[in-house]
């Protein structure tokens, strides 16, 4: 599957942006789906995921913040950020994992910044 990120910008602190990852394939109940963001000098970190019937998962960093969902007739996962924070800045980055036999690929990322 390939996937396409778009989305990110500049924003200040307490202000929203919304993260969009548009696949290749419809078939997002056979992926886990998520979003994943590294920042300078920091391994990359899962930040929000959504699986199968809809189930999603949050990092604990950015929950009652941030919501992912996903339109599958548009083929695209969203990842909404709002109360963004200065420690929100980093690439994300979109991922799709396949169950049947776990390949994995990824977005080109995208840049967040978030000014104090």
């Known amino acids: 599957v390939q996937l396409q990120a778009s989305g990110g910008g500049l924003v200040q602190a307490g202000g929203s942006l919304r993260l969009s990852c548009a696949a290749s394939?419809?078939?997002?109940?056979?992926?886990?789906m998520g979003w994943f963001r590294q920042a300078p000098g920091k391994q990359r970190e899962l930040v929000a995921s959504?699986?199968?019937?809809?189930?999603?998962n949050y990092a604990d960093s950015v929950k009652g913040r941030f919501t992912i969902s996903r339109d599958i007739r548009k083929k695209t996962i969203y990842l909404q950020m709002n109360s963004l924070k200065p420690e929100d800045t980093a690439v994300y980055y979109c991922?799709?994992?396949?169950?049947?036999?776990?390949?994995?690929?990824w977005g080109q990322g995208t840049l967040v910044t978030v000014s104090s």
């Open positions: 991922t799709a994992r396949r169950f049947s036999d776990d390949s994995r690929n």
């Open positions: 394939t419809s078939a997002f109940t056979t992926y886990f």
């Open positions: 959504i699986v199968g019937g809809g189930s999603t």
